[in-house]
């Protein structure tokens, strides 16, 4: 059984429970933390309630209850991107000695500026310093604020606020059932012959495709479409011949994801099976013969002089699940010209010029990435280098 069922069956029986608890605990969180802001800006006659319950503007409910300007948190925020932004601009070996001071300077910074903010809350709420401070202590902080809230009773929590809660709690749940239908499209194909936990590839993605069911096909075509553009925002073009990856771009799991799902965008686009595709063959000259077949049949295919059994021409060999393992000539008995081998997956593994039996020119090698991991010059069958 491959090792995605697994995976693919705790999604299957778990998954509107999961979306379910992430809603109801997005809630909590929300509502727990509004409000207590809230609670503090009633009792400090800070700013209206509501505005305590509104991502972003709780900021300025903060500001405000400890008596802080909103320009102070600007200019504390401008230092943090002022130093991130002093590493593309500083030569490497200063940046290299000098950012992780500043940076450590400006951690420093923050929590003696946030510790005497809750200070100052503390005592506008009758209570000692050092109770504010605690705040700051991770994981007593989450008892400690709601105590400095609300150690004098409570307060009527805002209708509207609770209102606005309950819908960011529907909304972050349903973006985590979006992602999860991904996931689960991506498991379906995976599970269906795709490659295992330990990377091996167990068959082609093209049947994989075609076991999927309308809607998980529709998803994951579109999954597809967003990974085959770059960066700078260009298309891929589907008809150029697919080429090894370098630069920024080529991260692994890019690399990976685009790799596994090249296949799914070309079987969608046909309406013919990918077990039913007539296999390469190769085309030989009137002086030569086919030898060998495609497979099923066979996993080898040359060309042939008659009576001599000297190989002039086309050359192709398999894999077991049907895809082509190496390309090239033959000339006189030799091989001859570019010469290609390919991953099980289709992508190129090494490619390499002959010139009568013996490498001549660049041998390059690529990973199952199709990013390159090395090349060789070679010369008249010798390393150069």
Known sequence: MPEWSGLLDLLDRYGLMLVAAYGALSFVTMAVASYTLQAISDKTSAIPAWISWVPILQTYAFLRAVETSFVTLLAVTGAGFAIAFSGWILPSGVAGVLLPLLIVLYIVSVIVWMGRLLWRLAERRDLSGWVGLACLVPGIGLLVLPYVALHDGLVRANRAGLALTVLLSLLAAVSLQADLRNVRAVLAVLDAEGPTLDGTFDG?????????????????????????????????????????????????????????????????????????EIPERVACDPETTPVGAPPPDDTEMWCERIPSGERHGEYLSWHPNGRVHEKGRYRDGQRHGTWTRYWPSGGPRARVHFEDGREHGLLVHWNEWGQPEREVLWQHGQPAG
């Open 204 to 276: 082609t993605f093209d049947d994989a495709f075609d076991k999927l069911g309308p809607e998980e096909r529709a998803q994951l075509t579109g999954l597809v479409g967003e990974l085959r553009v770059r960066p700078g925002g260009a298309e891929q073009d589907d008809a150029a011949p697919s080429a090894p990856r370098s630069g920024p771009e080529a991260g692994v799991l890019r690399g990976l994801l685009d790799r596994l799902l090249s296949g799914f965008s070309q079987a969608a686009a046909s309406d013919r099976p990918a077990p039913d």
